[in-house]
């Protein structure tokens, strides 16, 4: 009695066993055959944003399946990207083509697609006042620290650039003498490539102190603080020359007539006269100590420390002098 019971659980016991058994080995069956009947889902968007110059096929699918295939048809080349900030339209047809004209996608795989996919590409663009800082920049290192002020400022040249590190270089200004109108060449690098040429331009006003007449002044007048004065003045607008001291100015003689508000130049102006042509003049002759002094005529005018042609009234010869002081000439051996 007793070892028919024995005999009866391991018979059940053998059954349960060979009954797991099988199960087990129907379950591994059911996941081998999925495997190998498991099929690549691609689901085409009608819309897509790309960031690099090139079209994937994961840039614009969705897709789902076994891990090995999905990876290898999502780099799957499909286009080339537009431009920055510019879309593209691809047909539907043409997508469906370069899916299926490769090996990288089985043959079996489920392909939804629209009609046509749009494609835009990603953009960065570098803001105004960067690049007006530039050139503010770049004007003040060049003038040196002078006044200056930078108007109707204009900026051309591509302006989306393609992701990544910017860096920019310039080239150099087209009006070197900065005053006036002034433009400045920028060229903006993205990862180390020249993505694009900007050109900024603008009007360049530079300041500085100048004398002018306060009232008229007559053809050989000698100019003083009566009758000029410092201001400031744009010399963007002003005649070359200007003299913008009060020393430079003050003593010397008007070659013409002046009117009030005349901005003094250099070529307005020489040295005050002190001996006119025909002149009486004292000529004096030094060689070691010995000094001579004899009269003579002028032949020219000139002003102080300028030589001029002297006749001598004993002999009649012509000699140069230097001009040393009123009716006063320094014979030179």
């Not at 002018?212 to 410092?230: A, F, M, P, Y």
């Amino acid at each position: 009695m007793f070892l028919t019971r024995i005999h009866i659980r391991l018979h059940c016991f053998l059954a349960l066993v060979i009954a797991v058994a099988l199960s087990g080995t129907c379950f591994s069956g059911t996941n081998l055959q999925e495997t190998k009947t498991a099929r690549l889902q691609i689901n085409i968007a009608s819309d897509a944003t790309v960031t690099s110059g090139k079209i994937y096929l994961k840039d614009i699918a969705r897709i789902s399946g076994p891990d090995g295939l999905r990876q290898q048809a999502e780099e799957l080349f499909i286009a080339n990207a537009p431009a920055p900030g510019i879309r593209k339209r691809i047909i539907g047809s043409f997508v469906k083509a370069r899916i299926t004209a490769g090996s990288q996608v089985p043959a079996n795989a489920i392909i939804n697609l629209p009609g046509t996919v749009s494609v835009v590409r990603r953009f960065q663009e570098i803001s105004d006042k960067k690049i007006e800082k530039i050139f503010k920049d770049h004007v003040t290192a060049k003038t040196q620290g002078s006044e200056f002020s930078i108007s109707k400022i204009r900026i051309t040249g591509k302006r989306k650039l393609p992701l990544g590190k910017i860096s920019l270089t310039t080239t150099a200004f087209t009006n070197q003498k900065l005053a006036g109108p002034v433009s400045l060449g920028v060229n903006v690098w993205v990862d180390g490539t020249c993505q694009a040429r900007t050109r900024i331009s603008g009007w360049i006003a530079r300041f500085a102190m100048a004398v002018k007449t306060t009232r008229s002044v007559k053809r050989g007048g000698l100019l003083s603080k009566d009758n000029i004065e410092l201001f400031r003045v744009n010399v963007t607008k002003a005649p070359t020359g200007i003299i913008n001291t009060f020393e430079h100015a003050d003593g010397m003689m008007s070659r013409r007539t002046l009117k009030p508000g005349t901005i003094i130049t250099d070529n307005m102006l020489e040295k005050p006269r002190l001996i006119s042509r025909g002149d009486v003049v004292k000529l004096i002759a030094k060689k070691g100590h010995l000094t001579i002094s004899t009269l003579g005529i002028a032949k020219s005018n000139g002003a102080i420390g300028d030589q001029i042609k002297v006749e001598n009234v004993k002999s009649g010869k012509i000699v140069i002098g230097k001009a040393t002081g009123k009716s006063t000439v320094l014979v030179l051996f």
